[in-house]
């Protein structure tokens, strides 16, 4: 792992796999997953012939994990240090779960001129259940927005146990091996955050191409919202993958990936 210090001194991380002369991928893992998880992805996009970038933003992997807890902004800005501190233009940003919304974290603060397509995996982008939007969390409604998460991410009753994923199983213990599933004060307050913003707005203003990819069995939230947030981009497309929960990337890679390749070959 390769460090970069952020503008308040904190270390951020990543990974460099690939062709210095491909188009940049930049891959961004979700709340408490290290830049490791992406695992299945790194070496089919870097004998695609792309330059493959795995990063650990703060509070992940082995970036530094602040006391203080980290905000869906901040992170956003992680980002653009991350690509201003490589110099990176024409990337492919990808981010799974809380790192997708935080790719619109980014964009809402700094464009998209370093971008040139947007990938997500199984996130919707408002969280929250009401009546324009019935693609949120499973049970988070207006009536508990303030103590839904307030002690954890809530079980609910959705997709397939994880002991019954067989080989999903197996590779999710993979990816996530050495995570620290306890959350600290500042983590429970991150979950929040992540839990109260709405990203539509800044999707409707997205001029570059996005995929949103969803698992048919997320543990989560309704595959609909892959659709419904497609949708909302003007260059908007979407794909569910059978078979696959939350961490779809992580539990059918094989699909995912031609998924990903699919898109990336196609901007």
Known sequence: MTAIIADDGVSLEYTQTGDPAGRPVMLLAGFKAPATSWRYQVQPLAQAGYEVFSVDLRGHGGADHPKSGVTMERRGQDVAQVLEALDLRNVLLVGGSMGGNTIWSYLSQFGADRITGIAVVDQTPKMLNTADWPHGYYGYEESNVDTYFAEGIPPTGHG???????????????????VDHKLSRGELGLLGDHAKADWRSVIE??????????GAESEH????HAAASAGLAPLGSSAVI??????????????????????AESL
């Open 205 to 214: 203003g997205a001029d570059v191409p996005v995929l949103f990819v969803a």
């Open 160 to 178: 397939t146990p994880v002991w019954k994923r067989g080989r999903r199983m197996v590779r999710l213990l993979k990816a996530m091996k050495g």
């Open 242 to 263: 059978p078979n696959a929960g939350h961490a779809a990337n992580i539990e059918a890679p094989g699909a995912f990936n031609q998924i990903l390749l699919d898109f």
């Open 221 to 224: 939230w309704p595959s609909s």
